[in-house]
């Protein structure tokens, strides 16, 4: 064997190992996937490095002597070079070594085959490589890794030939588990594994992905009568028929099968009905027959087996089951152990569910998976009467036929303490059904709910369901991805009672949402609600405005919506928010009718700041909101970005009422002097403060009279920027006229 290795090195140039050697220290030392590797590991492979010389046994240095047990480089996307370099040095403890994706040809996988570094090895990954037959056939005449336990080669193209090399091997006598994931084998390869009479210790051997079929899997079953230390057995994918089904489960030898995974494969129901028949695997715990086209008669046969008392994972996705065999499903008696029961994605009705929700022996159930089969009200609530499952964790019932009575009966299962995943969504669900749900939820510390449009919030979920959320007084959600059916479950609440303020700023919220919120009745003590840049438009405005309960409101942002002329008349006809100080409906699409509506209210006589602009008023706009009466609290005004032009202007000048009014923006909007001189005119802005009238296209006289007017004996500051008839010289003039403290050009 010493020959083979000096050959080896003889056909690996180390003239340049030193950058070599460097770069792949530095990779130890940086790469965020090496979790198990510790420091001294590190040094041990550097130490050795620098020696530039092979490391015996015997070597007493104790720094050298801390040699690597465990070396991933999964996905390291080694260089050849890097490759070679590794096999030059001896890692005498190495046990596990993890080369996926690691780029490995059949020259590298040769060379790895016929080294002698590595005595001590017992688990070798070589996955999604890209060697073929000439270097699987050279793995199998591998000779130094007589403690070997586990072999990955998934993923390669090995094939027939491949497969046959490998089974050769005479010196693997301890190998346990061997995993051929997709490897491109057939008939011939995987009958070539069976044969190997030395491999009596598997416990693990995997042809998933292979096309095998039903003659292999016959021969198989036949010639592996060695394998009796089996315990799983994968066949995913491996165009298996119903005689598949007659093979495995009339096999006695394997009597230690704790794992049979058959997905995706074409066993029907009378390959069902044959694993159902088995009387030998006492020891089973994983059952997979997935996506298989089993019907009724297939699933009543499994679920009347009685010997798989250990059963604890039973995966019956997608197959064609019905009402018949999810009854005979749920009356199993036998399965005492079972913790998963996959039933997704097949035709149960009622009947099924009603029998699942009634066994009482399943007592272990965490997951219970019936999603898109075809339950309503009468099966949801037959479900929801188990009173056994105390262990149950996560439940699937998204995309079936129940309405709210189905969902709130699920939400409200007492003896699902355990629950932490509700999938709700995808069935007939309405706003009032959501509401019942949050109210009724036993499950308090739940980490996932899904409901409409997807998964609500844990912690917001603990809120809205805690008796002690009754001192809460601020509910602050801004930016947060949310869905319609957030403020639909909150405006329904029944605990919130104390809530002061609520944000949900940027919420991608709708009208079904905001219409949800709406509904409330019992926040009677909110002052502030801001729902600024979301998607609102004027049915959400409209449900708004019809709330009667939120009498102490006293902010109100609905700035950067889409809401128009309809959802803002409908506002101003609320009648209940008599407390209402300020708000915003900047950023929308409100005309000359939603002005005048809004001019029209009589009731919020305590406003004191109304936010208006970039909307598209115009002076008939301006003149709606100037024939206001009733506002004589209004201290704020801001009209900016809206096309009112010197009739607009000489409007809101006439407004006898606004006598505190303090601070008036009119920027970006088309005044000239005419509307100036109309707002200078003005005897009844006694308390004016501030003077907003940037960017219009006021002159010289206009901007005189305004720096000047002696009314104004409060007035700090007015701005006249960007008014381009106003030049340099007259631009001075106005200044040394002025009387104000601040005059802003």
Not at 136 to 154: F, I, K, Y
Not at 210 to 228: P, Q
Not at 321 to 334: C, F, L, P, Y
Not at 620 to 642: C, F, H, P, R, T
Request: hydrophobic share 35%.
């Amino acid at each position: 064997m010493m020959d083979i290795s000096r050959k080896v090195e003889e056909e690996i140039s180390f003239d340049n190992d030193s950058i070599a050697v460097d770069h792949l220290i530095e990779r130890l030392k940086s790469s965020m996937r090496w979790k198990k590797l510790q420091k001294d590991e590190i040094t041990a492979f550097e130490t050795q490095a620098s020696s530039n010389n092979d490391m015996s046994i015997e070597d007493e240095n104790p720094e050298s002597s801390k040699m690597l047990s465990e070396l991933n480089l999964e996905s390291s996307y080694l260089s050849a070079n890097e490759v070679k370099v590794l096999l030059k040095y001896q890692f005498r403890n190495l046990k596990k070594l993890n080369l996926k994706s690691a780029q490995i040809d059949d020259d590298l996988a040769q060379k790895i085959a016929i080294s002698d570094l590595w005595p001590k090895l017992e688990e070798l990954n070589l996955s999604h490589n890209y060697f073929g037959e000439k270097g699987a056939v050279a793995l199998g005449t591998n000779t130094t890794w007589p403690h070997l336990r586990a072999l990955d080669l998934s993923y390669n193209k090995i094939k027939d030939d491949g497969a046959t090399g490998l089974s050769s091997n005479k010196t693997w006598l301890n190998l346990e588990r061997l995993i051929l994931f997709n490897c491109q084998m057939g008939l011939q390869g995987a009958i070539a594994i069976s044969n190997n009479l030395n491999w009596k210790n598997l416990k693990q051997i995997s042809f998933r992905q292979n096309a095998i079929g039903d003659d292999g899997v016959a021969t198989i079953c036949k010639t592996a009568v060695h394998w009796t230390q089996l315990e799983t057995y994968d066949l995913t994918q491996s165009l298996a028929g119903f005689k598949t089904g007659y093979y495995i489960a009339t096999n006695t030898s394997w009597v230690n099968l704790k794992t049979l995974v058959l997905k995706s494969n074409k066993l029907g129901d009378q390959g069902a009905v044959y694993i159902g028949g088995n009387t030998s695997w006492i020891h089973l715990e994983e059952l997979n027959l997935s996506e298989n086209d089993i019907g009724d008669q297939g699933a009543a046969a499994i679920g009347g087996n009685k010997v798989w008392q250990n059963l604890k994972k039973l995966d019956l996705y997608k197959n064609r089951i019905g009402d018949e065999g999810g009854v005979a499903t749920g009356n199993n008696t036998s399965w005492i152990n079972l913790q998963e029961l996959w039933l997704n994605d097949n035709q149960l009705g009622n009947k099924s569910v009603i029998a699942i929700g009634g066994n009482t022996v399943w007592k272990n159930l965490k997951r219970l998976d019936l999603y898109r089969n075809q339950i309503r009200d009468d099966g949801a609530i037959g479900l929801s009467l188990n009173s056994s499952w105390s262990n149950l964790e996560e439940l699937f019932l998204h995309q079936n036929q129940f309405e709210d009575k189905g969902a709130v009966a699920i939400a409200s299962n007492r003896t699902w303490s355990k629950l932490r995943l509700l999938h709700l969504q995808g069935n007939k669900i309405t706003d009032d059904g959501y509401i019942e749900i949050i109210n009724n939820l036993r499950c308090l510390k739940m980490d996932e709910l899904f409901l409409r449009e997807g998964k609500f919030d844990p912690d917001l979920l603990l809120t809205l369901t805690d008796p002690e959320s009754l001192s809460t007084t601020e509910l602050n959600l801004q930016k947060r991805p949310l869905t319609d059916t957030y403020p639909i479950v909150i405006g329904g609440n029944n605990f919130l009672k104390n809530l002061r303020k609520i944000v949900l700023v940027s919420c991608n919220i709708t009208d079904r949402g905001v219409s949800g919120l709406a509904r409330n009745k019992t926040w009677t003590e909110l002052e502030e609600l801001c729902l600024s840049w979301n998607q609102i438009s004027d049915a959400g405005a409209a449900a708004l405005g019809s709330n009667e309960v939120w009498i102490h409101l006293k902010n109100l942002d609905l700035s950067g919506n889409k809401i128009c002329d309809g959802g803002v008349i409908s506002l101003a006809m609320n009648m209940a928010w008599n407390e209402l100080e300020e708000l915003n409906l900047e950023y929308n699409g409100i005309g000359e009718k939603g002005a005048h509506g809004l001019g029209s209210n009589e009731s919020w006589k305590n406003l004191k700041k109304l936010q208006i602009g970039s909307n598209n008023l115009g002076d008939v706009g301006a003149a709606g909101i100037a024939k206001n009466a009733s506002w004589i609290a209004l201290e704020e005004l801001a009209l900016d970005l809206n096309k009112i032009g010197s009739e607009g202007a000489a409007a809101i000048g006439r407004n006898s009422c606004w006598s505190n009014l303090k601070s008036i923006n009119l920027a970006s909007n088309n005044i000239d002097n005419n509307g100036a001189i109309a707002i200078v005119n003005t005897g009844c802005w006694k308390k004016l403060q501030e003077l907003n009238l940037h960017s219009n296209d006021i002159g010289y006289k206009g901007a005189c009279l305004l720096a000047s007017n002696p009314n104004w004996k409060e007035l700090k500051m007015v701005d006249i920027g960007e008014n381009k008839r106003i030049n340099g010289e007259r631009k001075r003039s106005v200044v040394s006229n002025s009387k104000l403290y601040s005059l802003s050009f």
